[in-house]
């Protein structure tokens, strides 16, 4: 697998999720496919009770100073302790994965009924994917969109689908834009740059099938609790 780096971008996938974690205060929370430990770093200092699940060795030897617990194995295989998890992360995952229904299935087995499922995914969809297509090109890359190690492509509604299929009632879609910081890294912090990214911004919210790179879901089991009526 491809070596991942943190975005700094706010709006990247893993700083969307980090911020919504320390919204939520929930906890414990389980982190699959934990790569280097991403988003453990981001949520130091929060005080919330995280473990990890990661196949790379290296990696969850990586993990270890930011999660409670960190199991090394696939997430189809491995044993994870029932801890009623309070939330759920699949954070680019489920597209590497032979079952992503299967893998969604497991973890509701691993959640409290009331638990928030926090799961990213590349829209294949995006418009440089489109025009890659109409001339007739399906590169296969190291990152992004069309990784090499990608089993599964999604677009909105194929992933809305997936989710669904689960069990899972989506509750909010949000979106990422290109990684400007990975495209023009001498660029941040000036003004073009800056400018750039406020444009980008605008571009996802208006245009999301056609330029998000990632979507983003918030969802919860389909038998969760009801809120009490007053």
């Known amino acids: 697998m491809p070596h991942y780096r943190l975005h700094r971008d706010p709006r990247s996938s893993h700083q969307q999720i980090a911020k919504r974690l320390r919204q939520l205060g929930r906890g414990p929370v389980l982190d699959v496919g934990a790569a280097q430990g991403m988003l453990g770093e981001l949520l130091t200092g929060s005080g919330l009770v995280i473990d990890a699940v990661e196949p790379n060795p290296q990696w969850a030897e990586a993990c270890k100073p930011n999660y409670r617990h960190v199991l090394t194995g696939q997430i189809e295989t491995v044993a994870v302790p029932e801890e009623s998890y309070q939330v759920i992360v699949c954070a680019d995952v489920l597209e590497h994965t032979p079952d992503p229904l299967g893998v969604l299935r497991k973890l509701r087995t691993l959640s409290a009924p009331d638990a928030v499922y926090l799961i990213s995914l590349p829209n294949v969809a995006h418009l440089a994917v489109r025009l890659m297509l109409l001339f007739g090109c399906f590169p296969r890359a190291e990152r992004g969109i069309l990784d090499k190690t990608h089993v599964h492509f999604y677009t909105r509604p194929n992933a809305r689908r997936l989710l669904q299929s689960a069990g899972l009632n989506i509750v909010r879609i949000g979106a990422t834009g290109v990684p400007l910081d990975e495209l023009w890294p001498g660029g ?13 911004y605008a571009a996802v919210k208006c245009l999301p099938k056609l330029l998000a790179m990632q979507f983003i879901f918030e969802a919860t089991r389909s038998d969760s609790p009801k809120p009490s009526q007053a």
């Open 188 to 200: 941040e912090g000036g003004m073009l740059y800056n400018g750039l990214m406020a444009a980008q």
